[in-house]
């Protein structure tokens, strides 16, 4: 979906088109949300949205989308993975490696992997299968939606204001920060890596 459409959106359904992008993009397929959280603080900046009302609409979406998500892992996730997990080559061993990482990192994954496309969609899934505590979910998915929607609005808001940013550029915005990102965790997972060989 280009710039055009979501703004054309946006102008049509407001605030609920907001809600649903961000909801869409936790339970559904991973897309680039960072960008859209930036354009919405960039057409605040502009006076196009309201930062209250804009702001809400993006946290209730994520963190609604989070909570859902975490309900269907709950109640259908680990079935459906041990019917239909083999034809996507999904083993017994397979399974078990990934739940014992997530399971060994569950908080840092809940608050940190709304940083990270897939992991995001992925996190509130393996939190329900994993029957992780509701009340410890809530408050991590809680925490994990603030820092994530808040400072890429607010980005958007006062980069948008200092340098007068055309709203159709803000995809590739999206795209340099998620390349830095990766860069940055690459790089703390090879110090990571290299300082345990040392040992």
Same mark, same amino acid.
């Given at each position: 979906?280009?710039?055009?459409?979501?703004?054309?959106?946006?102008?049509?359904?407001?605030?609920?088109?907001?809600?649903?992008?961000?909801?869409?993009?936790?339970?559904?397929?991973?897309?680039?949300?960072?960008?859209?959280?930036?354009?919405?603080?960039?057409?605040?900046?502009? *006076?196009?949205?309201?930062?209250?009302?804009?702001?809400?609409?993006?946290?209730?979406?994520?963190?609604?989308?989070?909570?859902?998500?975490? /309900?269907?892992?709950?109640?259908?996730?680990?079935?459906?993975?041990?019917?239909?997990? !083999?034809?996507?080559?999904?083993? *017994?061993?397979?399974?078990?490696?990934?739940?014992?990482?997530?399971?060994? *990192?569950?908080? !840092?994954t809940i608050v940190f992997g709304f940083y990270?496309?897939?992991?995001?969609?992925?996190?509130?899934?393996?939190?329900?299968?994993?029957?992780? #505590?509701?009340? !410890?979910?809530?408050?991590?998915?809680?925490?994990?939606?603030?820092?994530?929607?808040? #400072?890429?609005?607010?980005?958007?808001?006062?980069?948008? *204001?200092?340098?007068?940013?055309? #709203?159709?550029?803000?995809?590739?915005?999206?795209? /340099?920060?998620?390349?830095?990102?990766?860069?940055?965790?690459?790089?703390?997972?090879?110090?990571? !890596?290299?300082?345990?060989?040392?040992?």
């Amino acid at each position: 979906m280009n710039i055009d459409s979501i703004l054309h959106f946006i102008d049509l359904y407001g605030y609920l088109i907001i809600f649903l992008f961000l909801f869409m993009g936790i339970v559904g397929i991973p897309a680039p949300e960072e960008s859209l959280l930036f354009l919405i603080g960039v057409l605040i900046g502009q *006076n196009k949205l309201s930062f209250g009302l804009a702001t809400l609409s993006a946290f209730l979406g994520a963190f609604i989308g989070m909570l859902i998500a975490y /309900v269907c892992g709950k109640y259908v996730g680990y079935h459906f993975i041990n019917k239909f997990g !083999k034809y996507v080559g999904i083993t *017994n061993d397979r399974w078990e490696k990934v739940q014992g990482k997530y399971m060994k *990192n569950v908080q !840092k994954t809940i608050v940190f992997g709304f940083y990270l496309p897939g992991i995001r969609q992925i996190s509130p899934y393996f939190a329900g299968i994993n029957h992780i #505590p509701f009340c !410890k979910f809530l408050l991590f998915s809680l925490l994990g939606t603030v820092l994530w929607t808040v #400072p890429f609005i607010v980005a958007g808001y006062y980069m948008g *204001n200092a340098f007068h940013i055309n #709203p159709e550029y803000v995809p590739l915005l999206g795209v /340099v920060f998620i390349v830095f990102l990766l860069i940055y965790v690459s790089i703390n997972y090879m110090k990571k !890596k290299k300082k345990n060989a040392q040992k």
